[in-house]
């Protein structure tokens, strides 16, 4: 089963490649001298911080075995923490910004476990355990570090690169606690990855604006006429309309052509990891529900609609599998 790659994405694959070669086992003993009971404390907190952040994420790893829903959730823990760093502080201060990331990195990357912090405790514990790369983990932080110095994207191919760095990561470090096949894994958790980021951009647009960043590609909004002022006026009309529909229509591309590859996962991974792209891919269609207005309400999608889809994807994760979609000529998806 091959799977379509676009310009873009070549660069991000190079990445991503170089996570996989990384054999240096992190933290194999780091968590050796520590009572079980601080660990599985360690974890609950880790689960408690997912369900207040991320209802989605905590219902879809709730369908993973006990062990991997754990380390599910301190990889979100590990993920979280690392994006609020930038979002706490931001360009108030960005020394102290950037030395509160490089204190982060340090306790969260470093082989040795010095510090007694619950969410590095529970991270070292699962990167030991599932042997995640801690390239990938080191990815992700630079990933997040962007926001502190570049708050505007030109092109999509440079958008793409940020969703690789603060999302694909995120993938791919999931890829270890699930299970997978092989290296054919992982140009479809890129590209998740980069649906899922997408998502959430499309969703938090006027969120992303009053902090002062705008992640749509600037030369596509040029291409529909759309200026940075009927952003900050929170403008809904037919420009920005058909803009959200052909930013829409390339994400679900993207959604369709990486849910293939959930077949290169173990079969006790399949149905958490298709829960957790097909619930959050249905924040797009709320959007378009409400018309594209995603100035005035952030979207979403409501418990009763996720539990009703649940045994369809299941269906689809275990079962029927996810179709690949048909060949795309090149640069389709750019």
Known sequence: MGINTSSWERELLTWAYQGYQDTQALRDHACTERADDEIARAYEICAEMTYQHSRTFHMASGLLPTSKRRAARALYAFCRTSD???????????????????????????????????????????????????????????GVAWDLRKTRYQTFEELAAYCYGVASTVGLMAMYIVGFSGSEAIPYAVKLGVALQLTNILRDVAEDWQMGRLYLPLDELADFEIDETAIASGEVGPRWRAFMRYQIERVRSLYAESLPGITHLHRDGRFGIGAAAELYRGILDDIETHDMDVFHRRAYVSRRKKIRHLPGIWWRAMIRGYPSPPSMPRGTSN
């Not at 990195?105 to 476990?113: G, R």
């Open 84 to 142: 609020d760093l930038i979002d706490r502080l931001d360009g108030r201060n960005r020394e102290e910004t950037e030395a509160a990331l490089k204190d982060w990195a340090e306790a969260a990357t470093s082989p040795s476990l010095d510090c007694d912090d619950p969410l590095v405790l529970a991270w070292a514990d699962t990167q030991a355990t599932y042997h995640i790369p801690g390239t990938y983990a080191k990815q992700l932080i630079e």
